[in-house]
């Protein structure tokens, strides 16, 4: 009987964090890490969270979070401690000039994460 065996599951050691670390940036080809980071998000809620070391930017749809933290340390010189995306979805709005109601596009954000003391300057 499977439910009461007593013997236990080998577990897969995770890798350690320098190795995860080292596989989550990646090199890009030259020039495209502005392709990457289209441009930096500036709203309410991603200035206040700038004072305690997150950052957000617009980035494509098919990029993945290795080339956010790779264009991230090619941009700014600063490593990433973690990176989260945010998919948002396209708005239906009413048109201002016409009738009738449009849609605003669909966007991506990620949250880029820094170690303590580390910052990013935007000219």
Not at 17 to 41: D, N, Q, S
Not at 65 to 82: H, M, S
Not at 86 to 110: F, H
């Amino acid at each position: 009987m499977a439910i009461f065996d007593n013997k236990k599951k080998d577990k897969k050691n995770p890798a350690s964090p320098r190795l995860r670390r080292a596989r989550a940036t990646k090199l890009l080809a030259e020039g495209i890490a502005h392709e990457v980071i289209r441009a930096p998000w500036f709203s309410e809620k991603a200035l206040i969270v700038t004072e305690k070391g997150v950052y957000t930017f617009a980035v494509p749809t098919r990029v993945t979070k290795a080339d956010i933290a790779g264009a991230i340390k090619e941009i700014y010189n600063v490593a990433p401690r973690a990176i989260r995306i945010v998919n948002m979805p396209a708005k239906r709005k009413m048109m201002r000039n016409k009738r009738g109601i449009g849609t605003r596009a669909a966007r991506r954000k990620a949250y880029v994460y820094l170690n303590t003391g580390d910052s990013i300057q935007f000219a």
